[in-house]
């Protein structure tokens, strides 16, 4: 993929929760500059290095590769910025898109929200019953700036 649109929102009760199971993401960033942001990623088995231009409205540039396990696991422990981004990812079908539930852990612990990729940014959204507020203009809900601002340390 060379273009990522793609919405946030919030999640307002735990009913996606029945009968999903979810994966362990770590991540980290190698450049969190706001024109440019390089994420290394494992998500279960598989890792991933994915390069991403600056957000306009929904949409932005994205590369991604995939990279073996063992390189990223390094580049997360001995490069990434602190603190990695910890979470789990829940992949949930609903009106023909799929909806990612993210459960933070760690700095972030506290923090869910859910993200669903469009193919375009007029695409109509049929959202479950369960997705609140969209965020995806508030930058604090970036991955990239969570780092650096973790939900833990948000004021109440």
Known sequence: MTREIEHKFLVRDDSWKDGATG?????????????????????GE????TIKGLTKSLSRLEF??????????????ELCARPLIEKTRYRIDHGGLS?????????NEGLVVVEV?????????KKPPWVGEEVS?????????????PYSRWPS
């Open 64 to 77: 991604e590769y995939e990279i073996p396990l063992p390189d990223a696991q390094r580049l997360l422990d």
């Open 137 to 149: 203009s508030d930058p604090r809900y970036f991955n990239s700036n969570l780092v650096s601002n």
């Open 117 to 125: 990729e469009v193919p375009s940014e007029d695409t109509p959204l």
């Open 46 to 49: 598989s890792a991933f290095v």
């Open 99 to 107: 909806w990612e539930v993210d459960v933070f852990h760690g700095e």
């Open 23 to 43: 994966t362990l993401c770590r991540q980290g960033y190698l450049s969190t500059e706001k024109k440019r942001v390089v994420r290394v990623r494992t998500l």
